[in-house]
């Protein structure tokens, strides 16, 4: 960040714009505890937990509702496909609704973020498309992850607010609101303190972000900067963890295992949700082959359980 800024900067204009985005927690506010015996945390299924079972959509729906869940995470591809076979949003979201779930948040990979105007403007086109599909499914939320941006270098900080911003008005009219994900390791969002800087930069009152614990490890930040953080700028979470080995240089997704199989500091993670008021969706997202292997039920139920499990320690 302080290739293109100073650090004087980034304060002062991060306090300019705290207060209107909500992004930043209020200092000296204390968030109220929850009620006893009452887990506030609404869990979610991101499908690429059993993506590798290769089930479609409609199944997909059908495991998380039955393995207990409260929404799902679902991917674009899945559905672009289901449409393409002819299925209808309308039945999808029926499908989802009868389930009793919601769809609190999409996965898809528009390039809105890159340098090349062309690309840029295309990659709109298919957020503003993607929006469009997940209004019609009932959704609130997407991923903007930076998709398509060199993952060595990075582009100017100042530059990815203005297209979050651009891609937060198109939200506004689509009803649907995105929220800036970081990959841990590319070199334009690869950090939670970047991620968050051009959250509010962006100057939006929407703008919020999705963090996940694995990226958060695999990019070397800490899991206490969440203290700093709002509720309103809180609203999906991927859940996972990683093991000690691999280590950080060379981890990739697919050592991702079931919360609490790892050593992710999580207690620590949800203790600090709760101290400033969040209770996001916590979406378990895994790409863990080996769980690909096994039947699909089988490993929701298991995530669901051992998500719950380490949320239960930081309500202890």
Request: proline fraction near 6%; include cysteine; hydrophobic fraction near 40%.
């Amino acid at each position: 960040m302080n290739t293109y800024h100073s650090r004087r900067d980034f304060f002062r204009k991060a306090a300019g714009t705290a207060a209107a985005t909500g992004i930043l927690a209020t200092p000296g506010t204390i968030a109220a505890p929850p009620q006893p015996g009452k887990d506030p945390f609404r869990y979610c299924l991101n499908m690429s937990t059993i993506r590798g079972q290769k089930l479609g959509i409609e199944k997909e729906v059908d495991v998380a509702g039955m393995a207990g869940y409260d929404g799902i995470e679902p991917w674009f591809r899945t559905i672009n496909a289901y449409k393409e076979s002819g299925g209808k949003l309308k039945d999808l979201r029926k499908r989802i609704k009868d389930h009793g779930l919601k769809v609190f948040s999409a996965i898809g990979f528009a390039k809105w973020i890159v340098d090349d105007d062309n690309q840029r403007k295309a990659g709109l086109e298919e957020a503003k498309r993607d929006m469009d599909t997940i209004a019609q499914l009932g959704g609130t939320h997407i991923a903007a992850p930076p998709a398509g941006a060199p993952w060595k270098e990075a582009i100017d900080p100042l530059r990815v607010a203005e297209r979050y911003r651009a891609l937060l008005e198109l939200g506004d009219k689509m009803d649907v609101i995105p929220q800036i994900e970081m990959w841990g390791g590319n070199g334009t969002i690869g950090r939670v303190s970047t991620a968050i800087y051009i959250a509010i930069e962006a100057d939006h009152p929407k703008a919020c972000f999705l963090g996940d614990a694995y990226h958060t490890y695999k990019g070397g930040s800490g899991f206490d900067g969440i203290k700093l953080l709002s509720a309103n700028a809180l609203h999906c979470y991927h859940m996972n963890d990683y093991p000690a080995d691999p280590p950080r240089e060379t981890i990739r997704d697919e050592h991702r295992v079931y919360p609490g199989d790892g050593i992710a500091p999580l207690t620590r993670l949800f203790r600090n949700f709760l101290a400033v008021g969040a209770s996001p969706a916590l979406s378990l997202e895994v790409f863990n082959r080996e769980y690909w292997k096994q039947d699909a039920l089988k490993v929701a139920k298991t995530g669901l359980a051992k998500m719950k499990a380490e949320a239960a320690k930081a309500l202890a």
